[in-house]
T-cell receptor
Framework: GAGVSQSPRYKVAKRGQDVALRCDPI?????LFWYQQALGQGPEFLTY????????KSGLPSDRFFAERPEGSVSTLKIQRTQQEDSAVYLC?????????????FGSGTRLTVV | QKEVEQDPGPLSVPEGAIVSLNCTYS??????FMWYRQYSRKGPELLMY????GNKEDGRFTAQVDKSSKYISLFIRDSQPSDSATYLC???????????FGSGTKLNVKP
């Protein structure tokens, strides 16, 4: 596609519910990233994939967070037993990885509200 | 202390003004420096990229990096109302697959 697509755009979850957030990166982009952006803050790194391999998951805040990219394209971020502190915008970004100066292309994010 | 510090603003300027946005950082290993612009309810979009120290100009935008002071700046000349957005600095060490972002500065350019 022309850009990074994320769905759903908005998600309201009751505390304790599991959620799954989807990211469709730009076709052909080998690198995929998930960031968490709390209200009024900058994005914070969660995890990074190169193709289907998860090479860095150091930013995942707890074992309730799990990400996968089984075929090296679409990625899903899953949050189990959601808590109020999980409320944030979850941003997905992709990169060709070939040219550093291209940076990332971000999606518009999924805004998660845990009530 | 956060690795990247950025004044959250808001910064309000009249149309046509020169805007200066800044970030400081603590990690001397940072080599890649980027500025992103984020409109409300949108993802960040890349504005400028600089490697190591120096200046880079692109149209109305100039990015400066002073590694000795651990200080980076973005200047916007002839600011326009369409420049109203949140500006995020981001930086990375040798592995540019993990960027550290500032908290963003909200800019409002008044017509």
């Amino acid at each position: 596609g022309a850009g990074v697509s994320q769905s759903p755009r908005y998600k309201v979850a009751k505390r304790g519910q599991d959620v799954a957030l989807r990211c469709d990166p730009i076709s052909g982009h080998v690198s995929l990233f998930w960031y968490q952006q709390a209200l009024g803050q900058g994005p914070e790194f969660l995890t990074y994939f190169q193709n289907e391999a998860q090479l860095d998951k150091s930013g995942l805040p707890s074992d309730r967070f799990f990400a996968e990219r089984p075929e090296g394209s679409v990625s899903t971020l899953k949050i189990q037993r959601t808590q109020q502190e999980d409320s944030a915008v979850y941003l997905c970004a992709s990169s060709s990885g070939a040219v550093v100066s291209d940076g990332y292309t971000f999606g518009s994010g999924t805004r998660l509200t845990v009530v | 202390q956060k690795e990247v510090e950025q004044d959250p603003g808001p910064l309000s300027v009249p149309e046509g003004a020169i805007v200066s946005l800044n970030c400081t950082y603590s990690n001397s290993a940072f080599q890649y420096f980027m500025w992103y612009r984020q409109y409300s309810r949108k993802g960040p979009e890349l504005l400028m990229y600089t490697y190591s120290s120096g200046n880079k100009e692109d149209g109305r935008f100039t990015a400066q990096v002073d590694k000795s002071s651990k200080y980076i700046s973005l200047f916007i000349r002839d600011s326009q109302p369409s420049d109203s957005a949140t500006y995020l600095c981001a930086m990375s060490a040798g592995n540019f697959n993990k960027f550290y972002f500032g908290s963003g500065t909200k800019l409002n350019v008044k017509p």
